[in-house]
DNA sequence: TCAATAATGTACCAATTGGTACAGATAGCG
DNA sequence: CGCTATCTGTACCAATTGGTACATTATTGA
């Protein structure tokens, strides 16, 4: 039989999509197997936990990627306008300017929470506060950066709601707009 | 047999509960005769198209709490200030102060979107619409109010998914608190 | 080359899905 | 009372759900 896949990390993404654009009620088998290409031989070969693996998998996927290339370098020393400014554009990156949807928002407002919770409030409340320690590294008082910090993490969620309700990506762009002009107002 | 509900409407509510919990897939009809305590009968007699009419009827019947005690006093002449706070108030009721989730939100990040699609964007732009046309009473420009009210819309969403997400509600609150105060800033 | 391991397709499973059919029961009304 | 329209429980349906079992095939390292 056909070889098909090398890697187990080189179908989490295609997972990931899946899982965004269904929910993780929504995501079958079907539609797993439809979108990776593989048997449900191979995906319970990789996936001896069946889909609670495949998307607890993708959630630390997703944690590992937003920890590197958002997290980290809003925490490391250098300067912190500009590690916003990065972290404003990568997050613009990653959800394709607004036409992608966070599956961490879209299982934490599903009965998924309940199962994935831990790794859902991780998610975002090291975005929150590693933002909040830029802020308070840019120098602003800890209580005000925590305030916009939290501010903007809910901004850039609800922008992404806003944007595919009215299927206006702009939506999403004209918010991180905000957030960069605002985010460090004041100093 | 014994006779438990007298209107289609006394329905409406817990058929809202169970989509806002499980989203429009994930609420079975299992889920729906459990919480509504009415059998396949009389689910088919009142919806005799099933799922999609009961969603349907749900996002009527929130559209039109909306547009009464939300969009309507937002656009009435009268102090619109005063008419912000209101609505800020309403919106804290009505989402339990951050406990509740947003049901056309929900709607808008599943694939359900594509088949109430109408629905959940003229939710959405009447809100901000009618919040931008009471800040341009309020004697913002035009460009100023509409930027205000997307932010304002979009920044509810984005709380009642991160205080979901970290389960504290309290998050909701805070967001509803920056924007009394940012709403009407700098008159 | 050849065994061991990794990967894969297929057939199968019980449970659940949304939905239909329909025979009863109930309630309101004359 | 009795008639009619409304309501409701039950049995049933094909399709799909997530998951298992297993024989077969590739790949790899010795």
Redesign the pocket.
Known sequence: ????????ADILPLLGEVFREHGY?G??????TART??????????F?????EMAAAVLAEIDGWFEVNVYAPLRADGDPAAAVRDMLARTDAYFRSGRRVCLVGVFALGEVRDRFGAAVASYFARWRDALAAALTRAGFPSAQADDRAEEAVLAIQGALVLARALDDPAVFGRALERLGQRLLDGL
């Open positions: 039989m056909a070889r098909t896949v090398a890697e187990r009620e995501a079958s088998l079907a539609h797993i290409g593989l048997g449900k031989g191979s995906l319970y070969h990789f001896p936990g069946g889909k609670e």
